[in-house]
């Protein structure tokens, strides 16, 4: 059986995701959000750098809120990175699957992989870890069956080093539209 946690405060979801970096040697992220390694102390970054093992990540750009250096940060980590297509259905999930030869990891809740969805805002996750041969680990097949769809054609691509520059320009003029309405302008 796999064991099940409710992470209710961002301190019990980062030691966690700390643990699990640490201890595990794959991990597939499916992240609506990537933020800035700049931010926060380059937290959850920090972690992703010292993981050893392959990371595959499939990110989305919605609204423009990814920030372009999260890109350029798995792409320096050597992820297996692709960017979900902004066409079609909004990117929403929150999936971090950690596994080795013979045990498994899984996060599945509200925090994007950003400072904030580990550190600042109200956020609600769940942890199933256990032995890949768990009598109910067959239901982990199915979300990787899910995150394999959105890590391939036609649903996401690899980002060039062409469309990083153009995506750069469209989320800095999205945080220059964004400077006004904070500080209470007309919209």
């Known amino acids: 059986m796999l064991k099940t946690v409710i992470l209710s405060s961002p301190a ?33 970054f920090n972690y992703l ?42 990117f929403h999930p929150k999936v971090y699957l950690f596994s080795s030869a013979d045990s498994v990891a899984l996060f599945i809740g509200s925090s994007n992989l950003t400072f904030s969805g580990f550190y600042a805002n109200a956020e609600i996750n769940v942890l199933m870890e256990g032995r890949e041969d768990a009598p109910d680990a067959h239901q ?7 995150l394999k769809i959105w890590h391939s054609a036609p649903l996401s691509f690899k980002p060039s080093n062409g469309w990083l520059l153009d995506y750069r320009k469209k989320f800095e003029r999205n945080r220059a539209e964004a400077l006004p309405r904070a500080n209470g302008a007309a919209i």
């Open 49 to 90: 750098q010292g993981f050893k093992g392959k990371v595959v990540a499939t990110v989305g750009t919605a609204f423009n809120q990814t920030h372009p250096d999260g890109i350029k940060f798995l792409q320096a980590l050597k992820a297996d990175l692709r960017v979900f297509k902004d066409d079609g259905a909004l």
């Open 12 to 44: 019990s979801f980062t030691r966690e995701f700390e643990r699990c970096c640490r201890e595990y040697g794959r991990l597939h992220i499916a992240a609506a959000w990537c933020g800035n390694p700049k931010q926060g102390y380059g937290l959850p």
């Open 140 to 146: 982990l097949e199915e979300l990787r069956q899910q």
